[in-house]
């Protein structure tokens, strides 16, 4: 063979190396970026998912102040109903008959 194509081929043989060196690095990276990015959202999940943990019970509270203060104001509307619509009882009870 040809010294000049010989020496050719041996350029393009460490080129061809070091470029699937650098080749097989960058695969190895992606693969750690795909890790560390799953990862990464398994954090997030996760800390939604404890923090929701977490809440629950405060938010239970204040639920149940809500609904405890719209059971409160039906009972007043039912106690509204109960009162008779001429005050004279109350009238005479007072001594404001008549003023």
Same mark, same amino acid.
């Given at each position: 063979?040809?010294? *000049?194509?010989?020496?050719?081929? @041996?350029?393009?043989?460490? $080129?061809?190396?070091?470029? %699937? ?18 990862? &990464?959202? +398994? /954090? /997030? *999940? =996760? $800390?939604?998912?404890?923090? +929701? &943990?977490? /809440?629950?019970? &405060? +938010?239970? %509270?204040?639920? %149940?102040? &809500?609904? =405890?203060?719209?059971?409160? $104001? @039906?009972?007043?509307? @039912?106690? =509204?109903?109960? /009162?008779?619509? @001429? +005050? ?5 009870? $007072? =001594?404001?008959?008549? %003023?």
């Amino acid at each position: 063979m040809e010294p *000049i194509i010989e020496k050719k081929l @041996d350029e393009l043989l460490k $080129l061809t190396e070091e470029n %699937n060196k650098m080749l097989l690095k960058m695969r190895k990276a992606q693969k750690w970026a795909t890790v560390m990015r799953m990862v &990464y959202w +398994f /954090i /997030i *999940i =996760g $800390l939604a998912a404890g923090s +929701f &943990y977490f /809440i629950k019970p &405060y +938010f239970n %509270n204040i639920l %149940n102040v &809500y609904t =405890g203060g719209i059971e409160g $104001l @039906d009972k007043m509307r @039912d106690f =509204g109903k109960k /009162i008779p619509s @001429d +005050f004279s009882n109350l009238k005479s009870l $007072l =001594g404001t008959e008549g %003023n």
